[in-house]
């Protein structure tokens, strides 16, 4: 079992070595992105709630018309 527990200890410090060598974004940066992000979302919601709405329309006539 030392040698899991090894494998284990090993493949954390490579992680927190590699952690190290990241570049991370500025804050600036970071809010920039995030803006991005949520504009993206609420546009694709948006969206979606369109498309939501107008499906149910033509189901809702399409099932008035079968009765």
């Known amino acids: ?23 991370w974004p500025g804050r600036k940066e970071t809010w920039s992105l995030t803006l991005a992000v949520l504009v993206y979302v609420l546009i694709v919601t948006a969206f979606l709630g ?9 189901v809702e006539q ?3 018309a079968a009765a």
């Not at 030392?2 to 927190?16: A, L, M, P, T």
């Not at 369109?50 to 033509?58: Q, T, W």
């Open 1 to 23: 079992m030392g040698g899991f527990f090894g494998k284990i200890g090993k493949f954390f410090r490579e992680v927190r070595a590699e952690f190290k060598r990241v570049q």
């Open 50 to 58: 369109l498309v939501d709405l107008g499906l149910s329309f033509v």
């Open 62 to 64: 399409i099932v008035k």
